[in-house]
């Protein structure tokens, strides 16, 4: 079982930068799949980063189009840590922010594939 929180969500304008953290105080990480979601509001929740798990302990790490080349996802196994660094942000960006694991995901992009969730952080970029 695995136990999520998330942190660093703040106030920012457009073309700043924000650090999201992602805790685990359960199982440890390096085996899981792990996923940053967000949902603005009358949206469906979306994925923006995900790092799945692959054979030979190596992670393979894939964007949403929409923060391609602005969003970057990293991962502290030994901290039980997940990260989402976000640079150049946009108004669009605007969201609560989601952790999300799961063991050996079928399909990484649906939520529902994800069986922890945080309670999320929420990012507001101004204009």
């Known amino acids: 079982q695995v136990q999520l929180g998330e942190s660093g969500g703040g106030l920012v304008q457009t073309g700043g930068s924000l650090r999201l953290s992602c805790a685990s105080s359960g199982r440890t990480i390096s085996r899981y799949d792990m996923a940053w979601f967000r949902q603005a509001p009358g949206k469906e929740r979306e994925l923006v980063a995900v790092?799945?798990?692959?054979?030979?302990?190596?992670?393979?790490?894939n964007y949403v189009d929409s923060v391609k080349g602005r969003f970057t996802v990293s991962r502290d196994n030994a901290k039980n840590m997940f990260y989402l660094n976000m640079n150049s942000l946009k108004p669009e960006d605007t969201a609560v922010y989601y952790c999300a694991a799961g063991f050996r995901v079928t399909v990484t992009t649906e939520a529902r594939a994800y069986d922890y969730w945080g309670q999320g952080t929420q990012v507001t970029v101004s204009s």
């Open positions: 790092t799945t798990w692959g054979d030979g302990s190596v992670y393979y790490n």
